[in-house]
Each structure stands twice: as structure tokens, then as C-alpha cells.
């Protein structure tokens, strides 16, 4: 898989759906319990796109508009950063406790995720 490839994988082939089913508990993503707060998150960074191509629209001055930039991608990171804590703490740790190459490659996972937030 490339950096630019997403995966898009389900409760049932995200790897954590295991250590569920050995706890006989419904799986679900580590972001689940913050969902609606992420909805909200992600409704603003929309509100802001629109907002940055009505200032584009208006020509308004440069500096406004990468100000308002910066603080699309301040947010932008901090969804990133809240989906990667939330990630390492259900499906790596979930993960580690299994141990092998489930492990392995969860572990490869989320360092490459982290890579590829830090060159963003």
C-alpha cells in the first residue's frame, strides 16, 4: 500500500474486531465514543472551506485568507491527532495484548500514520 492509498476497512476487518470477540463485546472503532464531537469538528472545518472560498470568491486580502488557512489546518490537525490517540489506545492496544503479527502490523500501521502526519 502506497501513502496515498486509504484504507477504508469495517468493524469486521480493522483488526480490533479479535480482541472483541474474545471479550464477546460489540466492536466498534476507537473514535465511536467521541463520534458526535468529531461530526461537530468536521461540520466547522467545512464551514471554514466555505468560508476561505467566499473569501477567495470576494478577493479579499492574502493575508486574511492564509490566516484563515492556518487555522483550517490547525483544526484539520487536531481531528488527525485526537483519531490517532483514539486509534492507538482501542485497536493498537487491543492489538499488543493479542500479540503476533496482528500486532506487528498494527503496530507498522499507526507508525506510518504518524509519518504521514508529520510530513503534512
Known sequence: ????????ET??????A???AAAETPHHH???????????RLRRI???VRGIHRMVDEEKYCIDILTQISALTSALENVALGLLDDHMRHCVADAARLGGAAAEEKFT???QA???LVKS
Do not use: P
Not at 476507537?30 to 461537530?40: E, F, I, Q, S, T
Open 1 to 8: 500500500m502506497t501513502e496515498a492509498t486509504q484504507t477504508t
Open 11 to 16: 468493524a469486521d476487518d480493522c483488526g480490533c
Open 18 to 20: 479479535a480482541a472483541d
Open 30 to 40: 476507537g473514535y465511536m465514543g467521541d463520534k458526535v464531537r468529531y461530526l461537530a
Open 46 to 48: 467545512e464551514g471554514q
Open 109 to 111: 500501521e499507526a507508525a
Open 114 to 116: 504518524i509519518a504521514r
